[in-house]
């Protein structure tokens, strides 16, 4: 978790800007229940009546109504109208929704009074009686109740309506006490058709709005999430690039290709998934469950267990689920890797399965890989398949619960029905909030191991990598020195080279020979640093290599491996590969010297002709000679060639050797050889055996006082050959 927060780090900016964007689209989504509630409750059941006070009452229902009110109520009265004297009517000048909100609940008893006082009235007078109201309100008053002592009559009447108010629910009452609000509204003139429509229409015209606001809000932050996880993929495999071409062969052991190879792909892919998701869901989660908690609070619909039972529920069902999938999802990178590896294997060994027929068993080593793999995905997918059956009954289980609890509140007169509405949709919220973040948690494991994988290579610190303080050789001479160079491989037990000691210097050709795996190649790789000895030190003009910066070390050196390597393109950018400022002269000289120019002047684009990712469109021996030529053309001070020379006939051997010593006079060249008419001629030859220099000298002084060198030539030059010499070469 940490590498992936690591990771989304330096995009900062964009993460406070997308939580921005998350806020308000959650206030809008938070907003859109209470607009339907008010639809409900207020625009259809009220009328569009949304408080409790009258915004336009008659002068005469004015007076009546004051006569009920106590002291405080009577200054809220007072102060909250305006008299018209146009229409002879009090007009409210509270325009506060906050202010308005507060004398609901300080003015709806009274006005419940009020409404019920003047609905016994009307049923009870006639139409003279309620000439006489218009006329005295307190004579019409006497006569309803037939008491002379009003204060009396007012308390009674209090008293009396304080008995059931306390039984009655806060939502009963303040609709009793709209409806009061909604007739004086109309018996004072006012279209109610129109003010319910005008309300409607500007409910709806917020809800349209909120939900386009919502809609840009989620597109946005759709678009900023995916920059930051395309920048996080970008970010790891340069990264993970620049950290592997970091690595020494030491490192390179240490990880397989194909794992290095899962991990800059599938496990980047992974990293990118979850970081959208994290970006848009476990942001977005808390900000909508909080909010949906502040919002389920205000509503006072008493039903908070409800939504705890739920998320309860949903909890211990998700962690079940992850209980069972987990590890089986840290087991699918480790198959992905193992299907990775057989695919590469096969891709890469065609030729050889084909000629040993052996397609049947291949096929049958991939498809155990493939089939572990599906086996394991098919297993979590299934797993996962069941959380949203689960989590649609218990949704669908919350609802029920919600409308089953909601029916009796209403009932009881405690709920409106726009309420439950709301409530409803809240509840969904919150709950939906928390399956965001399990439902995340599930995913996250995968991502998870797969961070770890990431991590694994970036803080792996090359073995091989520049002194703290570097020396420089200002002229480059090439002598090459060994002095008691021991090496052994990471976690071997012991040395491959043992006490090797030698110097190559420039205009000499310098021969390694010796059986198969008595250290030829680990020697040289020595020299480029590809290793570091274990004891002894290899220097360049006298500077300890390791003392050297490993750009400046490489950079005089001219390597060619023991397996050509060529890159895709075309013939001439494989030779420049090492020099990118060569010219064309320099390249077709180059390819001349290594007896390249045979085969590329026979294709139609010759230097432009295109080479096949590996090379795979020459032979080995054209291979080669690229590859030889590509070291030439970099003019290098020191040339190594590692049994380069393998895939080559014998008259092709001769004629570049013959061009070699004519051309690279003043450099260090190494060979390293199979076949002793390629190092026939050379100044200098080593001849190994078990890590060690058995033999070390000029062709004729080896067959004098070395047993091995002989065996050796023995085995594959004439007597005539051996002593007579070749005309060849050097």
């Known amino acids: 978790m940490k590498r992936i927060l690591k990771a989304i780090a330096p995009y900062w900016k964009t993460v406070i800007l997308i939580v921005a964007l998350l806020g308000l689209q959650a206030y809008c989504d938070l907003g859109l229940p209470q607009y339907t509630s008010n639809i409900i409750d207020v625009g259809i059941i009220n009328g569009g009546v949304d408080h409790v006070l009258p915004e336009e009452i008659t002068s005469s229902d004015y007076e009546f109504a004051q006569f009920f009110m106590n002291e405080e109520e009577l200054k809220i009265w007072e102060n909250s109208y305006d008299f018209h004297e146009e229409s002879s009517n009090y007009v409210l000048n509270v325009k506060s929704e906050e202010k308005l909100s507060e004398y609901d609940e300080d003015m709806a008893f009274v006005i419940m009074i009020v409404n019920a006082v003047s609905q016994e009235m009307e049923s009870s007078a006639n139409a003279a009686d309620t000439t006489a109201v218009d006329a005295n309100v307190y004579q019409t008053a006497d006569a309803a109740t037939g008491v002379t002592d009003y204060s009396a009559m007012v308390s009674q009447i209090r008293e009396e309506f304080q008995k059931n108010y306390d039984t009655m629910g806060e939502s009963l009452i303040k609709t009793t006490a709209i409806t009061y609000a909604k007739a004086e509204m109309e018996k004072a003139g006012m279209d109610m058709d129109a003010y319910q429509t005008h309300y409607l229409i500007i409910a709806g015209l917020k809800m349209l709005l909120m939900a386009l606001v919502i809609a840009v809000a989620t597109i946005l932050v759709g678009y900023f999430a995916s920059r930051v996880a395309a920048g996080i993929g970008r970010d790891l495999r340069g990264q993970l690039y620049t950290t592997v071409m970091s690595f020494s062969n030491a490192e390179m052991d240490q990880f397989s290709t194909a794992s290095l190879i899962t991990r800059t792909t599938n496990d980047v892919q992974q990293i990118q998934f979850v970081a959208v998701l994290m970006l848009r869901m476990i942001l977005y989660a808390p900000i909508l469950g909080i909010g949906g908690v502040i919002r389920v609070v205000n509503t006072k619909a008493g039903m908070g267990w409800v939504i705890v039972l739920a998320v309860v529920v949903i909890l211990g069902f998700v962690g ?82 919600i409308v089953w609890v909601s ?52 803080v792996t610190k090359p073995s091989i990598k520049d002194a703290k303080e570097t020396k420089e050789v200002s002229d480059v001479k090439g002598v090459i020195e060994f002095e008691h160079v021991d090496f052994m491989y990471p976690n071997a037990k012991a040395n491959v080279l043992t006490d090797i000691t030698f110097t190559a210097k420039p205009g000499e050709t310098t021969a390694i020979i010796g059986s198969t795996g008595c250290g030829k190649s680990t020697l040289v790789n020595l020299i480029p640093r590809l290793y570091d000895v274990t004891k002894g030190k290899i220097s360049l003009d006298g500077v300890d290599i390791r003392d050297l910066k490993l750009h400046d070390l490489r950079d005089a050196l001219g390597v060619v491996p023991q397996k050509g390597v060529l890159f895709s393109g075309d013939i001439e950018s494989n030779i420049k590969f090492g020099r990118d400022e060569a010219s064309h002269e320099d390249v077709v000289k180059a390819a ?12 139609s684009d010759t230097y432009s002709s295109p080479i096949a990712q590996g090379g795979s469109n020459v032979s080995g021996g054209q291979k080669q000679r690229l590859s030889i030529a590509r070291a030439i053309a970099k003019q290098p001070k020191v040339y190594i060639f590692d049994d380069s020379f393998s895939a080559l006939d014998l008259k092709t051997d001769a004629k570049l050797r013959a061009e070699l010593a004519k051309n690279v006079s003043d450099a260090t060249v190494i060979i390293v050889a199979q076949r002793i008419s390629t190092i026939l001629h050379a100044d200098q030859i080593l001849v190994m055996e078990d890590g060690e220099i058995v033999g070390k000298g000029t062709h004729k002084e080896l067959l004098e006082n070395c047993e091995t060198y002989r065996q050796i030539a023995s085995s594959q030059l004439s007597k005539e050959e051996l002593y007579g010499g070749d005309n060849n070469g050097r």
Request: positive net charge; glycine residues 4%; without cysteine.
């Open 320 to 401: 079940l689920l992850m209980a069972i999938a987990l590890p089986k999802f840290k087991a699918m990178q480790k198959l992905v890797d193992r299907v990775n590896l057989v695919s590469r294997e096969i891709l890469t060994g065609i030729p050889v399965i084909r000629a040993f027929g052996r397609e049947k068993h291949e096929e049958e080593r991939f498809d155990v890989a493939n089939v572990d793999l599906t086996k394991t995905t098919l297993f979590t997918n299934r797993t996962m398949t069941f959380m949203m059956p689960i989590m649609t009954v218990l949704m669908n289980g919350l609802s029920v619960l």
């Open 407 to 458: 029916a009796k509140r209403i009932d009881m007169g405690v709920m409106q029905v726009g309420t439950m509405t709301a409530f409803l949709t809240y509840a969904i919220q919150i709950v939906m909030s928390f399956l965001m973040l399990t439902g995340l948690s599930i995913m996250l494991p995968r991502s998870i191991v797969a961070a770890e994988r990431i991590d694994e290579v970036l």
């Open 592 to 603: 001349e010297i290594a007896q390249a120019t045979e085969f590329i002047d026979k294709k």
